[in-house]
């Protein structure tokens, strides 16, 4: 597709129990982006993947969370054991390029993944 | 680190012009990005602010002041659908690669 495409659009889980969200970013865009995002807030930078490797993964907030991205395309994030307080919004982003570069910086962020934790 | 203020809501009419503030606080910086939101969709970039100055792009206008640590985003002409929340960003000092957000601010507009 031509967007960034995420899926379940809604997950509803019980504590405890494993979760994995997916994302498909834009073709040959090589910077993936997760963002977390509560009820009236902005989004929250989890972790940030250059190809198939983690660049910056300082935002996971405990050892529950991990992503991978395997092939330098398709990531997932997962999530073990989940508690109420993961109960968010999860955002991807892609993007063709770095900040550095003005012009073709911005992320491209797809609808997200609901994540209701019971 | 960083840090990020704008205001939580503003509400305008149909017609006006509205102008939402960001202070942001850096130790380094590295430009600053606006965003748009509608209520359960995705953000969608409006801008990049790099140098000083004023950026117009139809509707929306842009303004940074690297001194003061401020931005603004000047949205004229406003339209039932520009109701939506608008997110200030700047990317961290020494990792441009990683975009930090506030918190949004929720413009509501009215007729």
């Known amino acids: 597709g031509a967007g960034v495409s995420q899926t379940p659009s809604n997950k509803v889980t019980e504590k405890g129990k494993y979760v994995e969200l997916r994302c498909d970013p834009i073709s040959g865009h090589t910077a993936l982006y997760w963002y977390r995002q509560s009820l009236g807030q902005g989004p929250e930078f989890l972790i940030y993947?250059?190809?198939?490797?983690?660049?910056?993964d300082s935002g996971l907030p405990n050892d529950r969370f991990f992503a991978v991205r395997p092939e330098g395309s398709v990531s997932t994030l997962k999530i073990q054991r989940t508690e109420r307080g993961d109960s968010a919004v999860y955002l991807c982003?892609?993007?063709?390029?770095?900040?550095?570069?003005?012009?073709?910086?911005?992320?491209?962020f797809g609808e997200g993944s609901r994540l209701t934790v019971l | 680190g960083q840090n990020i203020d704008q205001p939580t809501e503003m509400t305008a009419t149909e017609g006006a012009i509205v102008q939402i503030n960001c202070t942001y606080q850096?130790?380094?910086?590295?430009?600053l990005f606006w965003y748009q939101q509608h209520a359960g969709e995705a953000p969608t970039f409006l801008s990049y602010?790099?140098?000083?100055g004023l950026e117009e792009k139809g509707r929306f206008s842009s303004f940074l002041s690297r001194s003061k640590g401020y931005s603004y985003l000047l949205l004229k002409e406003l339209q039932m659908k520009d109701s939506a929340s608008y997110l200030c960003?700047?990317?961290?000092?020494?990792?441009?690669?990683?975009?930090?957000f506030g918190t949004g601010t929720r413009l509501q507009v009215f007729p």
């Open positions: 850096t130790s380094g910086f590295n430009g």
């Open positions: 993947f250059q190809g198939t490797g983690a660049a910056d």
């Open positions: 960003a700047v990317p961290e000092p020494y990792n441009t690669d990683k975009l930090i």
């Open positions: 982003a892609s993007s063709s390029t770095s900040y550095r570069d003005r012009d073709a910086g911005e992320l491209f």
């Open positions: 602010n790099v140098l000083d």
